[in-house]
């Protein structure tokens, strides 16, 4: 009898060690609080949010150049690009955070990442294909002077509209009239029908050219007819038509003046 109460005795001995042991590595364990996260869950160690920025920020850059590309026009991040670029940013940022934060401050970071969508949908619109494509700078600049005669031409409003910025000024310099682009080319394509036009002579002006500001001279002629039926052959020598063009903010080469009749 004695024997088997001292077998008993033994069992819950080693039964009430066994649980001191597990109770003891138990409290030895590295204790985490609510809200915390285990940075090993985090691929390669990077934060959700920062993983969630850089994916948005490569996707806008890739999308970008690749929307350049695919138009045949020069890759470029022109300003409401760059807000497009953050506009992801922002909303993968906020999508990488959602999960680690309180209800009461989800409803924040979901503001914030629907606002950076409507940025994203805001931008993208604003910048249609350039009206004009080049395989260099350069070659855009001429191409959009050329334009000018080709819209005269064809009597195309729209794409006298896309190569002249909205407040271009046309100028006739031996009166010193001034024009709107449309009053001007408005009324130009009603009292004449163009059978020919051209630009000539292309040339640089020194020192009148920035980074995203050029001069350029030329020459121009052509043939129309008027109202009346009468045909009319016209010449003005190189160097009397003044160009400037700038970049819009889009990034696209316009006309922003064009002063023409120079001595």
């Given amino acids: 009898m004695n024997s088997k109460r001292e077998s008993r005795e033994s069992v819950k001995k080693k039964a009430a060690l ?3 042991s597990t109770n003891l590595a138990a409290s030895t364990q590295p204790q985490r609080t609510r809200g915390q996260h285990n940075p090993a869950s985090h691929s390669f160690g990077v934060s959700p949010e920062l993983y969630g920025g850089l994916i948005g920020l490569v996707t ?8 350049d590309l695919m138009r045949g026009g020069i890759p470029h991040i022109g300003p409401l690009k760059a807000l497009a670029a953050i506009a992801l940013v922002i909303a993968g940022t906020a999508v990488g ?6 209800p009461t401050k989800k409803l924040f970071w979901a503001l914030l990442s629907v606002a950076g969508l409507l940025l994203l949908v ?7 294909d350039c009206p004009v494509q080049g395989a260099s700078e350069h070659e855009v600049i001429l191409a959009t002077i050329r334009a000018e005669a080709d819209a005269v031409r064809r009597s195309d409003m729209d794409m006298i509209r896309r190569i002249f910025s909205q407040d271009a000024v046309i100028i006739d310099v031996s009166n010193g009239t001034h024009w709107r682009r449309d009053e001007r080319y408005t009324a130009l394509l009603h009292n004449a029908q163009f059978l020919d036009a051209n630009q000539f002579e292309f040339q640089p002006v020194v020192g009148k050219s920035t980074d995203d500001k050029v001069v350029f001279t030329t020459g121009s002629s052509g043939r129309l007819r008027d109202n009346e039926g009468q045909l009319h052959e016209y010449y003005n020598r190189p160097g009397s038509n003044e160009w ?20």
Avoid at 60 to 67: G, K, P, R
Avoid at 97 to 102: D, E, G, P, Q, T
């Fill in 18 to 20: 066994a649980s001191d």
């Fill in 244 to 263: 400037t063009l700038q970049k819009n903010p889009c990034g696209c080469w316009v006309i922003q003046e064009f002063r023409f009749n120079l001595p």
């Fill in 97 to 102: 955070h959602y999960k680690r934060i309180s």
């Fill in 122 to 128: 805001w931008a993208l619109p604003l910048c249609p």
């Fill in 60 to 67: 806008s850059i890739l999308a970008n150049f690749m929307y």
